[in-house]
């Protein structure tokens, strides 16, 4: 009787080799679908992600929306700036579609531009806003200014008419009903104190702290001045009144998920902290 150990060696050697490699072959086929999980994931992340243009002005609105983009990112949702230098332009390339959203402006200066335009734009949201003081080198509170007292105010509709706004919530005037956010010293019924108001361009109104006895003078132009816009004045806007800043997108677009990423990433406890800490008062956080 003759026994092929020989055979038997090599087919035992061949068992080993092929056990090893159906073994490997095992873990390959689980690691593989797991790979290309992983792949697919991070493909459909990126695919998903959601880019849109934000018109901003340059300052302050496009600081704390540097700020907002990593918040944002991490909801799928890519934030690009566009800056412009005016007023005018970051509506019209809204509605144009040109950008998907703008932060820039209040709600009474976007009413009046849907009024005079036509545009299908609405706010979503408030941002921020730079509350304009009443400021005296002679009197220590607004209740100290004299009979027939000297008030500068702003020659300018908008920021004029706040400042009237702010004395009349303060009951120091009052003004006739329908006036809205523009008054002027024309539409004063009473002024018990027979304060004289005296219009000054908004740029020169610090100039104008050594003749009067108060004057109103808006954020930049105090900071500029050397003033602290939170501790100097006398009287100050309330942060969370109608000149409040917002983000705007068009009418179309309210609703739809980007718009809620975007709000909700702006109104995070980490923009406030950057808002707080970075202009230290003279802007202030709205939600």
Same mark, same amino acid.
């Given at each position: ?30 690691? %593989? ?19 849109? #243009? ?21 909801? @799928? ?11 005018? $332009? ?13 932060? =820039? ?31 005296? #080198? ?14 500068? +105010? ?18 120091? +005037? ?22 004289? =108001? ?50 705007? $997108? ?5 609703? #739809?998920?980007?718009? #809620? ?17 970075? %202009?230290? @008062? ?6």
């Amino acid at each position: 009787m003759v026994f092929h150990f020989i055979d038997f060696i090599r087919r035992r050697s061949e068992y080993g080799s092929n056990h090893s490699r159906r073994a490997m072959e095992t873990k390959m086929s689980f690691r %593989f679908p797991l790979m290309l999980a992983t792949a697919l994931a991070a493909w459909s992340a990126a695919a998903t992600a959601e880019t849109i #243009k934000i018109g901003v002005t340059p300052g302050p609105h496009a600081q704390i929306l540097e700020a907002v983009k990593p918040i944002a990112a991490k909801q @799928g949702l890519d934030i690009q700036l566009l800056e412009f230098s005016d007023y005018v $332009v970051p509506n019209a390339a809204l509605d144009a579609g040109e950008i998907q959203a703008n932060s =820039f402006q209040n709600q009474p200066y976007l009413d009046n531009q849907k009024a005079d335009r036509g545009y299908k734009i609405e706010a979503v949201g408030l941002t921020v806003n730079f509350p304009i003081g009443v400021y005296s #080198k002679k009197h220590k509170a607004i209740a100290d200014i004299p009979e027939g007292g000297k008030v500068s +105010i702003p020659n300018d509709p908008t920021n004029g008419g706040r400042v009237l706004l702010l004395l009349r919530d303060k009951g120091l +005037i009052k003004l006739k009903d329908g006036t809205g956010f523009k008054p002027t010293v024309l539409d004063i019924t009473e002024n018990p104190k027979k304060l004289k =108001f005296i219009e000054v361009d908004a740029a020169q109104a610090p100039r104008a702290l050594d003749d009067v006895d108060a004057a109103a003078i808006n954020t930049n132009y105090a900071t500029q001045a050397g003033l602290d816009p939170v501790k100097d004045p006398i009287l100050r806007e309330d942060p969370k009144g109608p000149y409040v800043n917002l983000i705007a $997108v068009r009418t179309a677009d309210k609703d #739809k998920p980007w718009v #809620k990423i975007l709000v909700d990433s702006y109104h995070t406890p980490e923009v406030k902290e950057f808002v707080l800490t970075k %202009f230290k @008062g003279a802007v202030l956080p709205s939600w």
